[in-house]
């Protein structure tokens, strides 16, 4: 059996507990989920949080990576890490997080199940991914979106800055 290999493309985001030292930890994590490899990993970014709700910036990033493992198969590695990393389930949307791990794109695939959207919903719309995503894969074909490098970016809404 010839096994398919994807490129996908992972968000990162932190904004308790020294939420670089998450980030910098989570992409150590990726590189260990098994049958795929760490390419390439953006920038850290610091952003305001989205939904208004009072707390702290987020330290953002996004990860590319290939792999041979089914869509969700890859998405249960990264909640697996998000849960050793201390994640706990929150209720409240847009509250602070430990660590969020995102699947943002599964190669050119699109797939709306109830437990699985990529490309993730909102993606063109965030800043948070698209300024990394951005500087990791500018002629990247976002399904139904176009290159990433053609989506418009409000740099001031919410406000972001690269940090590292």
Known sequence: ???????????????LDH?????????????????SELLFRSS??????????????????????????????FLEELQAIERIRG???SHIRWGPRLLDLDLLLYGDLTIDEPSLSVPHPGIAARNFVLLPLREIAPEFEIP??????????NEDEPRISRIA
């Open 1 to 15: 059996m010839i096994e398919t290999v994807r490129d996908v493309f992972v968000g990162l985001g932190s904004n």
């Open 19 to 35: 939420p670089a030292r998450q980030i910098e930890a989570a992409f150590e994590f990726l590189q260990g989920i098994p049958d």
């Open 44 to 73: 850290l970014y610091r952003s305001e949080p989205l939904g208004g709700i009072e707390q702290p910036d987020f330290v953002n990033a996004v990860a590319a990576m290939s792999t041979t493992l089914t869509a969700h198969a």
């Open 87 to 89: 994640r706990e389930d």
């Open 144 to 153: 139904g979106l176009g290159r990433v490098q053609d989506i418009a970016v």
